[in-house]
């Protein structure tokens, strides 16, 4: 039986008390060592449109949401009774008819109103602003992954409401309606063949992973928040498992996972040849110490591989490698700098630098 988890769980554990946390831990080792063991209280929820929906009793109050099939467990929701209850009456796990990729949709339903005729004056209201997809074809918003019954509130969407609305769907088709609000035309997804696992798809593992062992179970529960050591994007795993023939640049905006895959590109170089030693380095020695908390995190079942892999400030390196081929390095003061930039900028004509400027530029790390 394959054993999975989705990034929804890890959110919802993360949430949960520390002892809260611990009862859940336990609860889902023992489900991944035996999941057909009599003593879980595994209850039908018939409330729930998915009928593959259970929960699981880890305490009195703590229930686990399992969409349980009979080859697959996958580990969904966790929290307080009537919190998980309405989590999974509102989800559903179903193969996106275009891409083929798996996902979790949020039900999406409809109240209608009925309008009784009132005669009153009021004030006429602004104009609504323009939305933005009504031009879409629903063959391309199904191409970048939008749940079918998504497919209305996507076409009445404006720039007032789509932040709104992205939370709500899965997470290719969020980021492609962004792209697409922006003027920026999105890679669609490629459906996977006929025949193929829903949950290999590339769009699908990033947000499901199968749990090889407890040992992966383990890291993926530790460190619920800190995602990127379990769920990579598949773009990012290109990224980090290419062989380059030289120096490579990846470029991005802040928040885009640059040292998410730098982490993974290291431990995956030290993987690959056993007899090297990898060196990450960065600006600062507060960023370095970061980083180097990370590895360690994301090597937690391998630990040995922390003897092969060195984090250090860029400029730390270049001091030790001048002491090393030269002699020890003598740093100037801070005043001494300061002396050196005032008397050098004011030799030097036509620039428009400040002194407090390139102080900070001459004495950051």
């Known amino acids: 039986m394959n054993f999975r988890i989705a990034d929804t769980f890890t959110d919802s554990l993360a949430k949960l008390n520390g002892d809260e946390q611990k009862a859940v831990k336990t609860t889902a080792f023992d489900l991944q060592l035996n999941p057909s063991n009599p003593g879980f209280s595994f209850h039908k929820l018939d409330k729930a449109k998915d009928k593959n929906f259970w929960s699981v009793r880890v305490n009195t ?8 099939t009979s080859d697959s467990l996958l580990l969904c929701y966790v929290g307080h ?3 998980a209850y309405q989590w999974a009456e509102k989800r559903k796990l179903e193969i996106h008819p275009r891409t083929g990729a798996a996902q979790l949709v949020e039900i999406r339903e409809r109240v209608e109103e009925i309008t009784i005729a009132k005669y009153i004056e009021v004030e006429r209201p602004a104009a609504a602003k323009p939305v933005l997809f009504a031009n879409r074809s629903d063959d391309e918003l199904l191409g970048y992954g939008v ?7 996507v076409r009445l969407v404006n720039e007032d409401t789509i932040l709104e609305l992205a939370d709500h769907l899965p997470g290719e088709a969020a980021e492609a309606l962004l792209d697409l609000a922006v003027g920026v035309t999105p890679k669609k997804p490629e459906p996977v ?6 949950f290999h798809h590339p769009d699908a593992q990033r947000r499901f992973r199968v749990m090889n062992n ?15 050591t379990v769920f990579l994007h598949p773009a990012q795993r290109q990224l980090i498992e290419r062989d380059y023939n030289g120096p490579a640049k990846v470029s991005g905006s802040a928040g885009t996972g640059k040292t998410i895959v730098a982490l993974h590109r290291a431990v995956f170089l030290a993987r690959k040849h056993p007899e090297a030693r990898v060196l990450l380095t960065t600006f600062s020695d507060a960023l370095a110490n970061a980083l180097a908390t990370k ?14 892999l060195e984090v250090h400030a860029l400029d730390a390196i270049g001091q030790r490698l001048f002491e090393f081929k030269e002699s020890k390095v003598a740093l100037a003061s801070k005043p001494v700098i300061r002396q050196l930039l005032e008397t050098t900028s004011k030799n030097v004509t036509e620039h428009k630098f ?4 390139l102080l900070t530029m001459g004495t950051s790390r």
């Open 147 to 153: 749940p079918f019954e998504w497919l209305v509130d």
């Open 193 to 198: 063949d006929k025949g193929i696992d829903p």
């Open 81 to 83: 009774h009537d919190n």
């Open 214 to 228: 407890v040992e992966e179970l383990a890291q993926a529960l530790d460190y619920p928040w800190e995602k990127w």
């Open 61 to 68: 109050d703590i229930r686990l949401i399992v969409h349980k």
């Open 354 to 357: 400040n002194l407090h400027f």
């Open 295 to 308: 590895l360690k995190r994301l090597i937690v079942t391998t630990p040995r591989l922390g003897e092969r």
